[in-house]
């Protein structure tokens, strides 16, 4: 990889954090062991050390539409029971953090830090002491939805149904200031991050969101919500998927997706149900737009530094690092995995930042609310 001396210098004696990846999905839907050398998907342990990504956020996921089966805890322990194989099977490369101590200390002892959290607040199953179970398993941040809204929070892709927290959503939130768990509102309603900002009387995060202004995706923060976390003293971790990160590349794929869905309710309509003559159409569909897909430019990894640019000038340097959504998420042209994050500082040296600045967006601003917040 080419790039600067000084941005070597820099990654590679810093505190990397990651506030966000679903690379837990592998062990735990695919059996895949991320502590080896992968080719599948965007991190594994050695890769990690490779990109001195060091400091890693791995998320447990139940998938909402798992609720009905009454499956949602049993998958999340599935994930944290991952995390702890992990732990268990790599004792010499990697060890679990549950404070800014641990974080520094473990670093210092040569390995890399992993630490648990959890997507989704459907999780708890409405349930405070299932809330301070996660917690003493390690979970130290919570996103408070989903892009679903569940019993208690509005999620930004749903329907709203509670104006965003109602009464123990607001408990649930004071329960994590309690127990030194971040509240985390990447995926939340914006009626739903307002109260958690109203109602959290700690910093608040988003773990991975980039800047509106620059992708209009529903999934991304505006100013408003950018500068009131800075307000708060939280750090926004930048996403990197593409259609967060890319407006011309997210309108294009919006575009192709109606085609598409419009194309499948045609074919639906057009051959008898289950029939392999309809089957054999959605397929065909589906690699057509597989096809149209693969053809689009994607966005370039730089662009992940305009929306660092961006949050630097809202909010100011203090409140902003990485959040990469690694394997929950489709990559920009050139940051296929984890190795190619000192690109990222190398782009910040070239755009003029400081060694100290770039320190902050590399870690030291999460470490900042880390050492705030959690408790063990
Ligand atoms: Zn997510």
């Known amino acids: 990889m080419n790039i600067s001396k000084e941005a070597r210098d820099i990654h590679y004696s810093a505190l990397v954090v990651d506030t966000h990846s679903d690379s837990l999905a592998w062990p735990t839907r695919h059996g895949v062991d991320i502590g080896q050398p992968q080719e599948k998907t965007h991190m594994d342990l050695p890769r990690m050390r490779e990109g001195n990504q060091n400091v890693q956020f791995f998320a447990c996921f139940a998938s909402p539409s798992w609720i009905e089966n009454k499956k949602v805890v049993q998958v999340t322990l599935d994930y944290m029971d991952s995390f702890h194989t992990l732990m268990r099977d790599y004792p010499d490369q990697i060890e679990q953090a549950t404070t800014a101590d641990d974080v520094r200390r473990i670093i210092d002892a040569g390995k890399l830090v992993g630490v648990l959290c959890i997507e989704g607040g459907h999780s708890i199953d409405d349930d405070l002491s299932i809330l301070r179970m996660y917690h003493r398993l390690g979970a130290r941040y919570m996103t408070l939805t989903w892009n679903n809204t569940n019993n208690w929070a509005d999620g930004v892709l ?139 430019r994607k966005p370039h990894y730089t662009e992940i530094v305009d929306h660092i640019d961006h949050m630097v000038s809202v909010a100011g340097v203090d409140h902003v690092g990485l959040g990469s959504d690694f394997d929950g998420a489709t990559m920009p042209e050139g940051m296929e995995d984890c190795t190619k994050v000192p690109l990222i500082t190398d782009e910040l040296v070239r755009r003029g930042y400081s060694e100290g600045d770039i320190r902050k967006i590399l870690g030291e601003n999460f470490m900042r609310v880390m050492e705030e917040v959690l408790t063990d």
């Open 158 to 296: 749903d329907e709203p149904r509670h104006d965003g927290l109602n009464h123990f959503g607001k408990e649930v939130v004071r329960e994590m200031n309690r127990l030194g768990m971040l509240v985390d509102i990447s995926h939340v309603a914006p009626a739903t991050f307002w109260d958690a900002i109203e109602t959290s009387i700690k910093p608040v995060i988003a773990s991975h969101s980039s800047a509106k202004v620059i992708c209009a995706a529903p999934r991304n923060l505006d100013d408003d919500q950018i500068r009131a976390v800075a307000d708060n003293g939280g750090v926004i971790g930048v996403n990197y998927e593409i259609t967060f990160v890319g407006e011309a590349y997210r309108v294009t794929k919006a575009a192709l997706d109606d085609e598409k869905t419009e194309a499948v309710k045609r074919a639906e309509k057009d051959h008898p149900q289950d029939s392999d003559s309809l089957k054999s159409a959605l397929r065909e569909i589906d690699d057509l737009q597989d096809e149209k897909v693969a053809e689009l």
